[in-house]
Each structure stands twice: as structure tokens, then as C-alpha cells.
Nanobody, 119 residues
Framework: QVQLVESGGGLVQAGGSLRLSCAASGRIFSIDQMGWYRQAPGKQRELVAFISSGGHTNYADSVKGRFAISRDNAKNTAFLQMNSLKTEDTAVYSC?????????????WGQGTQVTVSS
């Protein structure tokens, strides 16, 4: 069974930083694209950033220059470094990944981690 588990969320003051992790587990052959999404209360889920297997990255305009996505392929883990956090960054952050495993190919999602930015 393939699983994604996020960690690193929490409460931080505006201007602060957090680093989120997304670890994939299971009998994994390879992981293609990995992405971070967020959903604030009363709003639709939005893409924050994604990274290809080759390291190509893309970001939402609202986080460009403040957030950085990276991955450690050896550990099947993606990271989201969030700097200069704003109150509007408050949301549940979830990761997803396109994973090839022994039982098939899956678009797996994590359970989400809460990020709260206080003023």
C-alpha cells in the first residue's frame, strides 16, 4: 500500500518560516511529479508548487520568491520551504505524487498538515 505523510505544519508569526515534508512509503518503483496544494477555509484547493522527477519546478504567483519546493528521490520525500509567511498563507497543506508501485500507478494524496500564520 502506498502512503504519503506530511509533517512540519504548525503555528508561526507573520514573516516567519516553516518547512513541510511529504514522505512516500510502500513498495515504490518510481515517483513522477510531486506537488503541494493548500486549502483555506471557505476557499477552493489551489496548487502551490510542483516539482518534476527531473527537478523542474513551478509555483503559484502568490508564493513565488517566498516558497521553494525540493525533493530527495533517494528518500521518496518532497519538501516545501516557506519563508516570509503571510496570514493569507494559512491553510491545510497537502501533497500529492504520481507513484509507480508494485500494485500499479497511483495519484496518492497525503492527509494534510495545518499551517497557521498569525499577525
Amino acid at each position: 500500500q502506498v502512503q504519503l505523510v506530511e509533517s512540519g505544519g504548525g503555528l508561526v508569526q507573520a514573516g516567519g518560516s516553516l518547512r513541510l515534508s511529504c514522505a512516500a512509503s510502500g513498495r515504490i518503483f518510481s515517483i513522477d511529479q510531486m506537488g503541494w496544494y493548500r486549502q483555506a477555509p471557505g476557499k477552493q484547493r489551489e496548487l502551490v508548487a510542483f516539482i518534476s522527477s527531473g527537478g523542474h519546478t513551478n509555483y503559484a504567483d502568490s508564493v513565488k520568491g517566498r516558497f521553494a519546493i525540493s525533493r530527495d528521490n533517494a528518500k521518496n520525500t518532497a519538501f516545501l520551504q516557506m519563508n516570509s509567511l503571510k496570514t493569507e498563507d494559512t491553510a491545510v497543506y497537502s501533497c500529492n505524487a504520481l507513484i509507480s508501485a508494485d500494485t500499479g500507478t497511483y495519484l496518492a494524496w497525503g492527509q494534510g498538515t495545518q499551517v497557521t500564520v498569525s499577525s
